[in-house]
């Protein structure tokens, strides 16, 4: 299990306070909402914290902290300031016209508007392996529990939905083999990489605007009521996944590494999420709207909001590169090989 | 699982091959295919053949699900 990080503000040490701490003595927090809810260092810290709680936990804090009604209750608060940000920032946007049998085709369309920056294109043409190496750190904080946060769906869908995502899923986990568990892989990636593929191992290292990333999938996974923007999530992330991995295994390619062992996530990842991107946008999505017609704007939600967050996320690391600085909170002493 | 391979044409991309099945190239070899459920490329400008890699999404092809 992680060790606890730093905090980083009046929220986050409220939270690391506590975890030290015996479950049951927390106090009302005031939370006021930052000028940035969708990046705000503090916000998303405290936010990651209380989610991995129902993930692997922390090192050292009493496991009793995950169902502490007064730490849901903050958890609620800021769930309410993330969510409020998530509707603000999108709320010029409308969803595509679709009906229960056209979902993909919607789908396909929020991926199609994305002109956020092209992350990929830059590390496959021109990024340097230190900005490789800061790209994979922030990866970690989701793909060391890849597929994690959506399985929190699987009980709350039925039918074709259900069949579909636990379809995704199983391939996620591998198939029955745990050498090919996709979480396994990026650990694998890490370190042939050089990187400590430690669980949690570089939190203190990721701004706010990257544990946010984490944090949409978590509360999406977590609500039973947000259950379509949670499929919707899925199916963007995987229609927006087989082109990106391939180039990301040509940038380390083109840095020299060949080996299959710091390649092999990405590689694996052009195959899977090809067959991924379509079960999740027609079985799955579309199984859903077909089974709760009304959650359509959910569904189609949870992919804008995806995209809006890993837009926000690919310019702060660009912008950091394009001036010749580290992404990290600090510069991360990355050894490569 | 069913006893018989199916075959699926999804919207816009590959054909998904679910089921007891065996790929194999023209002299009857084994391919490896690693995984339950496979995508076989359809649009032709896959990087990857006989496997779907995405690129139909950046060559905007298009092709219904039922027969044409």
Same mark, same amino acid.
């Given at each position: 299990?992680?060790?606890?990080?730093?905090?980083?503000?009046?929220?986050?040490?409220?939270?690391?306070?506590?975890?030290?701490?015996?479950?049951?003595?927390?106090?009302?927090?005031?939370?006021?909402?930052?000028?940035?809810?969708?990046?705000?260092?503090?916000?998303?810290?405290?936010?990651?914290?209380?989610?991995?709680?129902?993930?692997?936990?922390?090192?050292?804090?009493?496991?009793?902290?995950?169902?502490?009604?007064?730490?849901?209750?903050?958890?609620?608060?800021?769930?309410?300031?993330?969510?409020?940000?998530?509707?603000?920032?999108?709320?010029?946007?409308?969803?595509?016209?679709?009906?229960?049998?056209?979902?993909?085709?919607?789908?396909?369309?929020?991926?199609?508007?994305?002109?956020?920056?092209?992350?990929?294109?830059?590390?496959?043409?021109?990024?340097?392996?230190?900005?490789?190496?800061?790209?994979?750190?922030?990866?970690?904080?989701?793909?060391?529990?890849?597929?994690?946060?959506?399985?929190?769906?699987?009980?709350?869908?039925?039918?074709?939905?259900?069949?579909?995502?636990?379809?995704?899923?199983?391939?996620?986990?591998?198939?029955?083999?745990?050498?090919?568990?996709?979480?396994?892989?990026?650990?694998?990636?890490?370190?042939?990489?050089?990187?400590?593929?430690?669980?949690?191992?570089?939190?203190?290292?990721?701004?706010?605007?990257?544990?946010?990333?984490?944090?949409?999938?978590?509360?999406?996974?977590?609500?039973?009521?947000?259950?379509?923007?949670?499929?919707?999530? /899925? &199916?963007?992330? +995987?229609?927006?996944? #087989?082109?990106?991995? @391939?180039?990301?295994?040509? %940038?380390? $390619?083109?840095?020299?590494?060949?080996?299959?062992?710091?390649?092999?996530?990405?590689?694996?990842?052009?195959?899977?999420?090809?067959?991924?991107?379509?079960?999740?946008?027609?079985?799955?999505?579309?199984?859903?709207?077909?089974?709760?017609?009304?959650?359509?704007?959910?569904?189609?939600?949870?992919?804008?909001?995806?995209?809006?967050?890993?837009?926000?996320?690919?310019?702060?690391? /660009? &912008?950091?590169? +394009?001036?010749?600085? #580290?992404?990290?909170? @600090?510069?991360?002493?990355? %050894?490569? $090989? | 699982?069913?006893?018989?391979?199916?075959?699926?044409?999804?919207?816009?991309?590959?054909?998904?091959?679910?089921?007891?099945?065996?790929?194999?190239?023209?002299?009857?070899?084994?391919?490896?295919?690693?995984?339950?459920?496979?995508?076989?490329?359809?649009?032709?400008?896959?990087?990857?053949?006989?496997?779907?890699?995405?690129?139909?999404?950046?060559?905007?092809?298009?092709?219904?699900?039922?027969?044409?």
């Amino acid at each position: 299990m992680p060790r606890l990080p730093e905090p980083r503000g009046s929220i986050s040490a409220v939270v690391l306070e506590a975890l030290r701490r015996r479950p049951g003595r927390l106090g009302p927090v005031e939370v006021a909402t930052p000028d940035d809810p969708l990046a705000d260092d503090d916000l998303h810290l405290a936010l990651y914290c209380l989610y991995e709680l129902h993930y692997r936990g922390f090192d050292d804090v009493d496991e009793r902290w995950e169902w502490d009604l007064g730490l849901l209750g903050l958890r609620a608060r800021l769930e309410e300031v993330f969510e409020q940000g998530l509707q603000e920032a999108l709320s010029d946007w409308r969803p595509p016209g679709a009906d229960p049998g056209t979902v993909d085709v919607a789908l396909r369309a929020i991926a199609d508007a994305d002109d956020g920056p092209s992350l990929s294109r830059w590390l496959e043409t021109r990024g340097t392996l230190e900005q490789f190496l800061e790209f994979v750190i922030h990866r970690s904080a989701y793909q060391l529990k890849e597929a994690d946060p959506h399985s929190w769906a699987i009980p709350r869908l039925a039918g074709r939905a259900k069949a579909a995502l636990v379809e995704i899923q199983a391939d996620e986990y591998g198939g029955g083999d745990p050498d090919r568990v996709h979480a396994q892989l990026f650990a694998n990636t890490m370190d042939a990489l050089g990187l400590d593929s430690t669980y949690g191992a570089y939190i203190d290292l990721l701004p706010g605007a990257t544990l946010a990333t984490v944090n949409l999938m978590s509360m999406f996974g977590l609500h039973r009521r947000l259950r379509g923007r949670i499929v919707g999530h /899925l &199916a963007l992330f +995987e229609m927006a996944s #087989s082109v990106p991995n @391939r180039r990301y295994g040509n %940038a380390l $390619r083109r840095l020299g590494i060949d080996d299959p062992k710091a390649t092999g996530f990405y590689d694996e990842h052009v195959a899977a999420d090809a067959v991924h991107e379509s079960v999740a946008a027609v079985d799955l999505a579309g199984g859903l709207v077909r089974a709760e017609p009304e959650l359509l704007d959910d569904v189609l939600f949870g992919a804008r909001a995806l995209v809006e967050l890993e837009a926000r996320w690919a310019a702060m690391l /660009l &912008a950091a590169w +394009e001036r010749g600085r #580290s992404s990290l909170r @600090r510069a991360a002493a990355v %050894a490569a $090989r | 699982m069913s006893e018989q391979a199916r075959i699926t044409p999804y919207r816009d991309g590959p054909l998904l091959v679910r089921g007891p099945f065996v790929l194999t190239d023209q002299d009857g070899n084994r391919i490896d295919v690693g995984r339950r459920t496979v995508a076989l490329c359809r649009c032709g400008r896959s990087q990857s053949k006989p496997f779907c890699d995405g690129t139909h999404r950046l060559v905007d092809w298009r092709a219904p699900s039922r027969p044409e």
